[in-house]
């Protein structure tokens, strides 16, 4: 069992910057596949961004060049650092793990507007 607990969301005008951190507890946290997705409003779940226990990164292209997801396996700790914020990525943003399944967080709030 993992239990992720996200933090680091909130309200952010255009073109600032926000860093999610997702904290797990439970289980050896660097041998798991890490990531974010997020749901905006009437909009689908999507990958926003990916880590592998080796550290080999993925990102969706909307998020290539402005979002940088990273990891600390000494804090067993995720983070997606958000830059120039846009409109369209106010979501609410979920930290998952993944080792033979998936596991997830609550969820954090981010809105974007000025």
């Known amino acids: 069992q993992v239990q992720l607990v996200e933090s680091g969301g909130g309200l952010v005008q255009p073109g600032g910057s926000l860093r999610l951190s997702c904290a797990a507890s439970?289980?050896?946290?660097?041998?798991?596949?890490m990531g974010w997705y997020r749901q905006g409003p009437g909009k689908q779940r999507e990958l926003v961004a990916s880590?592998?226990?080796?550290?080999?990164?993925n990102y969706v292209d909307s998020a290539k060049g402005r979002f940088t997801i990273s990891r600390d396996n000494a804090k067993n700790t995720v983070y997606l650092q958000m830059n120039s914020l846009k409109p369209e990525d106010t979501a609410v943003y979920y930290c998952?793990?993944?080792?033979?399944?998936?596991?997830w967080g609550q969820g954090t709030q981010v809105t974007v507007s000025s």
């Open positions: 439970g289980s050896i946290f660097s041998i798991y596949a």
């Open positions: 998952y793990a993944h080792r033979f399944q998936r596991y």
């Open positions: 880590i592998t226990s080796s550290g080999i990164t």
